[in-house]
């Protein structure tokens, strides 16, 4: 018992270094220890409560690696020590005095712990009414209490003992917490203005700080209240100037719109925004204001951004973003409701204003345009800021295509309130824009029109002619030419111009020579006399000159005296080398064979060529003429029809016996070049050296048993392709020598016949030896000398029969040797001259080609013959655009010899040298003429 006892008091005297170094152990010990004493044992009472409340101190470690269900038995075992020590139970003296109060207020706080919180209740009661309850206790167990009512929703039990713990607080963060559990009672049960009160008591340490949860919470339940935010921005301000955190005002605004009072929210804003004015401030106010309908107030914030510029903007990228965002949706809520209430378009216009004040250039700059257009009744107005807009859209580089719309938006506007400057303006900056279009042509009527009706004639006549002659370059006749023609005469004829009235009247005529428009025909009547009479008084008293050219060209197409005006006109037009009207005036006297010669000059080829074919080909014609017609066809890149014109070369080369010479070549490359050749042609009557190259080609690309035959027939090498089919043909017969063996027991019949088969082989290399190149020789040469190497090494490695006498293996050996000599020399013959012939061999890389291919193995020595197909260039393929701009100078100057060796070199570099000897041709032509 004194062991026991001993071990008891050292237990309890290192129970906290022991609990503190591992709890569990001590459990344990403490358990062993307990169960090891008898129940009478007065140790065992003490050491029953002090293994309890290391259960209780283990049970509430929470997060210090514990799991929860042994928490929950820790507070279990605990709970029943404890109740075993308040009931006297299991051998203990119930508990008494303030033992007894310790151990009910342990056994609520762990049923607390347990979620038992009805079961507490009774334990924290007993320890409240009990007058020797400490005061801390009695503080714990009241706000426990109060806990657990909220938590049950009986506030008015709740409040009860809020109040009694916080009469009992003694230090700050004990008050503090109590008071902030009882804002958030009062703040459930919806008493706002208590819930903020007493929250306001929990504000603060007792260093003087603020308590963060508190102040959120205390914001949150301001925001919260149906006010208007003033009474609680007084409240904030307070804590703001003691906490030195100006900021809380703001955050008390945000507060106020995240809890949807944006009205309080936006009362607030605008008193921080007097102390601190700023764009991001006033942008949200007028959006809320203008919400609230407050229009006095909308009124005053636009007054006040007007004012800013884009220095103002937030330096914050999140305020400056939200600017944005604000101005976008305020603007098109609007603009959405003026459709209703036409009265807010003062606002809208007003806004957009401010809205390209800040963002004049961005995505939407021409729907806010386009709006403040919409919202303004002014026209006046409306063409004055156009007017602003297309001078910012020049100098912001905005396309001419979108600052047109502006501009015709304006010249309409104008057009209505008879604003002629404005008319005049806008519709010549349409015109500029539109410069090259068909479009252009009417803004520019329009403008020289309000010139003309101010008599501001020397300005209008420019445009007016401008319009004329843009009719002239199109070849095209419209309202604006013919109202502008009209015009321009009648400015002549105030101004008493009458060579100019000539000019004009002329200029018409050669304008609408081809319009057959019966509107054009009759504005044309009534300048025709006029001309008529005025051009051939004036050309009868002309020496030669380009206007008196013009005159009888003139009268010529008009029928006007044609026997004379016609063929002083053709002269004239050839003297002053107007190649554009000495054709017309040969279309006109048809004379098809004059212009035959014409056309080819000015570069009109297929027209020369159709007329070429009509007067010149026939089935009696010589091949130039078919080379020719073929040739301007194909000038004009008309391939169908030089194709057709081929066709019947062809067709009268198939019943030639022979193509001469002077010809030949030039016709192969004609229809080579137009991808005519074929395998039929092989069949045209070629000269043999020609045909041989047709047939190698041909070979090349699709072999045939036709060219095949034609190029083995030749005795001399002929290409690669000869080469080939050459050594294929050798090939076969030298494979077949080797196949034959002639040992066994039909071996004299077996030798015969490879002798047979050598002499064979033979008889067809040998003949080709002299004829072929130098590595097509080799490879035959090489063979023959295998042929016969091979032969007598198979002879001299014939099998003696066994059982032979010494006598008798020494003649048969040297019968054997005999019979292999004969071929041995051969061998050695055709080695030296196989030696010499790589010797001949100069180009260093094609010998070792060819010595690296002498193997024994070999038998396919024609696959070493290296073909290489030559790419014909298809000229149809390439782009003639160059040549076509260059023909077009030939139009009007047919022997101009810069354009003519441009041409040529075109040609040239493009690789079709039968074009470019045409224009070599023809420039050799000028220089001998000259």
């Known amino acids: 018992m004194m062991k026991k006892t001993l071990a008891l008091t050292l237990l309890l005297t290192l129970l906290p270094k022991a609990y503190a170094n591992d709890s569990q152990y001590l459990i344990k010990e403490m358990e062993a220890l307990r169960d090891s004493l008898s129940v009478e044992d007065p140790a065992r009472i ?3 409560l002090r293994l309890a409340d290391l259960y209780f101190d283990v049970s509430i470690q929470e997060g210090k690696g514990e799991d929860f269900e042994t928490l929950r038995q820790n507070r279990l075992k605990a709970l029943q020590l404890y109740k075993a020590s308040l009931n006297g139970t299991d051998g203990l003296v119930k508990a008494t005095g303030l033992k007894r109060i310790k151990i009910q207020f342990q056994m609520a706080r762990l049923l607390s712990r347990l979620s038992e919180g009805a079961m507490a209740e009774p334990y924290y009661s007993d320890v409240l009414k009990n007058k020797e309850t400490p005061k801390k206790m009695v503080e714990q167990s009241a706000l426990a209490l109060a806990e657990w009512y909220e938590d049950e929703a009986k506030f008015v039990n709740a409040k009860k003992y809020y109040d009694q713990a916080i009469s009992l607080c003694d230090v700050v963060s004990a008050c503090n917490y109590a008071n902030y559990r009882k804002a958030w009672l009062y703040y459930k049960d919806t008493q706002l203005d208590d819930a903020i009160v007493t929250m306001e008591k929990s504000l603060w340490t007792a260093e003087g700080l603020v308590r963060e949860n508190s102040l959120t919470d205390l914001m949150l339940f301001m925001s919260n209240k149906e006010t208007d935010g003033y009474a609680e921005l007084e409240r904030i301000k307070k804590i703001a100037a003691r906490a030195h955190r100006p900021e809380l005002i703001r955050q008390l605004v945000e507060a106020f719109y995240v809890a949807g009072n944006r009205y309080a929210g936006s009362n607030l804003l605008a008193e921080l925004n007097k102390e601190d004015a700023n764009l991001y401030y006033e942008v949200r106010l007028l959006e809320e204001f203008y919400g609230f309908r407050k229009w006095d107030k909308v009124d005053n914030y636009l007054t006040i951004i007007e004012k800013r510029t884009q220095a103002d903007m937030p330096s914050k990228p999140e305020e400056a973003k939200e600017v944005l965002t604000i101005l976008r949706r305020y603007i098109v809520q609007v603009d959405a409701e003026m459709q209703v209430v036409k009265e807010l378009n003062v606002f809208l216009k007003r806004s957009i204003d401010i809205y390209l004040t800040f963002y004049p250039n961005d995505e939407l700059r021409k729907k806010m345009q386009a709006g403040w257009l919409s919202a303004e009744d002014d026209d006046a107005k409306k063409v004055v800021r156009l007017g602003k807009w297309i001078q910012e859209d020049i100098a912001y580089g905005v396309s001419p295509d979108e600052i047109r719309k502006l501009r015709q938006t304006r010249l309409s506007l104008a057009q209505q309130l008879k604003q002629q400057d404005v008319m005049i303006e806008e519709s010549l900056a349409i015109a500029t824009i539109l410069k090259g279009q068909k479009e252009a042509d009417e803004f520019t009527y329009v403008a020289a029109r309000e010139l003309y009706s101010q008599k501001k004639y020397d300005q209008a006549l420019p445009y007016f002619q401008e319009l004329v002659s843009n009719a002239q370059k199109s070849k095209e006749i419209g309202k604006w030419a013919v109202l502008s023609q009209n015009l321009v005469l009648d400015i002549f004829n105030n101004q008493k111009k009458y060579d100019e009235i000539i000019a004009q009247v002329g200029l018409w005529r050669v304008l609408t020579a081809d319009n057959d428009s019966e509107e054009i025909k009759k504005e044309s009547k009534s300048m025709d006399q006029i001309l008529i009479q005025a051009q051939f008084e004036r050309a009868a008293k002309m ?53 035959m010669v014409e056309y080819e000059l000015m570069g009109r080829f297929s ?25 301007l066809y194909e000038l004009d890149q008309q391939y169908k029809e030089r194709d057709r014109i081929l066709g019947k070369l062809v067709d009268k080369l198939k019943h030639e016996k022979s193509i001469s010479k002077e010809y030949e070549g030039a016709i192969f490359l004609t229809l080579d070049e137009a991808n005519l050749i074929d395998a039929k042609a092989l069949f045209l009557p070629w000269s043999m050296e020609l ?18 035959k034609l190029l083995l027939s030749q005795t001399e090498a002929k290409g690669p392709v000869w080469s080939k089919l050459i050594l294929e043909k050798v090939e076969k017969e030298y494979a077949n020598v080797s196949k034959i063996k002639f040992y066994g027991t039909r071996s004299k019949t077996l030798f015969k016949r490879r002798t047979q088969a050598i002499d064979k082989f033979v008889s067809l290399a040998k003949p080709i030896l002299d004829g072929a190149d130098l590595e097509t020789r080799v490879y035959i040469l090489h063979m023959l000398k295998m042929t016969y190497k091979t032969m007598a090494n198979e002879i001299l490695n014939t099998p003696i029969p066994d059982g032979l006498d010494e006598q008798t293996m020494a003649m048969v050996a040297n019968q054997i040797s005999t019979m292999a000599d004969p071929f041995d020399r051969v061998n050695e013959d055709y080695d030296k001259l196989l030696n010499d012939q790589l010797t001949a061999m100069t180009d260093a890389e094609l010998k070792a080609r060819v010595i690296a291919n002498l193997n024994p193995e070999v038998v396919k020595f024609s696959d ?25 100078k030939l139009l009007v100057q047919p022997e101009n010899r810069q354009t003519l060796a441009e041409l040529k070199d075109f040609y040239s570099k493009n690789e079709s040298l039968r074009l470019a000897a045409y224009y070599s041709g023809r420039i050799d032509n000028l220089k001998q003429v000259e």
């Open 864 to 888: 070493f013959i290296v073909l290489n197909k030559v790419d014909r260039k298809d000229l149809m393929a390439l782009d003639y655009s160059p040549a076509l701009e260059m023909k077009k």
């Open 691 to 708: 045909k041989l190259k047709l047939a190698t080609r041909l070979e090349m690309d699709k072999p045939s048993a036709t060219t095949q």
């Open 607 to 631: 027209e020369a060529a159709r007329l070429q074919e009509k007067y010149e080909l026939n089935k009696k014609s010589d091949y130039e003429v078919y080379l020719k017609v073929a040739l």
């Open 543 to 595: 020496a030669e000159s380009p206007e008196a050219l013009e005159n009888f060209y003139n009268f010529c197409f008009q029928n006007v005296y044609p026997e004379k005006s016609c063929p002083n006109a053709k002269v004239l037009s050839v003297k002053f080398k107007d190649q554009e009207k000495l054709v017309k005036l040969l279309e006109k006297a048809g004379d098809e064979k004059a212009l």
């Open 46 to 48: 003490d050491l029953t």
